[in-house]
């Protein structure tokens, strides 16, 4: 398996655009995880999917952050418009979803908004 | 009070020695804890979970729980070099699917 795909792997932008971070999670896996890591917060829980249906969003900073899930292999993460305060590290992960199961994350998208 | 808190380090260690790397956390709910390594521009990958009070030993990496100090530890036995990186703590509540992360303890074993 290829593992959890992220892309684009770096986005650089400019304050007041749309930027969209695309996932793709391993196959069979039912619950999927948005994260977002700076030096200040750590890795902070954005929102996860269980069954493609959003469980928990309460980590979505702001109306500005959206997410979706059309199906079991694929979600997005967007912000629109972006600020410089969104510049940080975005992780998807997915896993089984069983209790102790582990979290299997994906590369990662470096995201820097001037 | 942070929901998981952990030392920001750097914890140094000579090449050889154990690294014992602490957890505290704040909720009595939280049922199972999990250690991930994060190597510098990498995604964090799992080392071990533990949900039992006591020792879960796993090659040269132990995980210490004590619920009732609401404390946990990552012990390292022979540290190399190819160990630095940093450690993150994490926690899942009952009930709950999310994994909770501290910000993280940077580990450096010295040659």
């Known amino acids: 398996d290829a593992g959890v795909i992220q892309s684009p792997r770096h986005e650089v932008t400019e304050m007041g655009q749309e930027v969209t971070l695309r996932c793709k999670p391993i196959s069979g896996h039912n619950s999927l995880f948005w994260y977002r890591q700076t030096m200040m917060r750590g890795l902070e829980l954005l929102i996860y999917?269980?069954?493609?249906?959003?469980?928990?969003d309460s980590g979505m900073p702001e109306d500005r952050f959206s997410a979706k899930m059309p199906n079991a292999s694929f979600s997005t993460l967007k912000i629109q418009p972006s600020e410089p305060r969104d510049s940080a590290v975005y992780f998807c992960?997915?896993?089984?979803?069983?209790?102790?199961?582990?979290?299997?994350f994906g590369s990662g998208t470096q995201l820097s908004v001037l | 009070q942070k929901e998981v808190e952990q030392n920001s380090g750097p914890l140094s260690v000579p090449e050889g020695a154990i690294a014992s790397l602490n957890c505290t956390y704040s909720?009595?709910?939280?049922?199972?804890f999990f250690w991930y390594r994060q190597y510098s521009g990498k995604s964090p990958e799992l080392i071990m979970f533990?949900?039992?009070?006591g020792d879960k030993e796993d090659g040269r990496f132990t995980a210490q729980l004590n619920k009732a100090s609401q404390y946990v530890s990552l012990l390292i036995r022979d540290s190399q070099p190819s160990d630095s990186a940093t450690y993150l703590c994490?926690?899942?509540?009952?009930?709950?699917?999310?994994?909770?992360f501290g910000t993280g303890t940077r580990l450096l074993v010295s040659p």
């Open positions: 992960a997915s896993s089984f979803g069983r209790e102790n199961e582990k979290l299997f």
């Open positions: 909720d009595r709910g939280s049922q199972s």
């Open positions: 994490a926690l899942r509540r009952t009930g709950f699917q999310k994994l909770v």
């Open positions: 999917f269980n069954n493609n249906v959003p469980i928990d």
């Open positions: 533990i949900y039992s009070n």
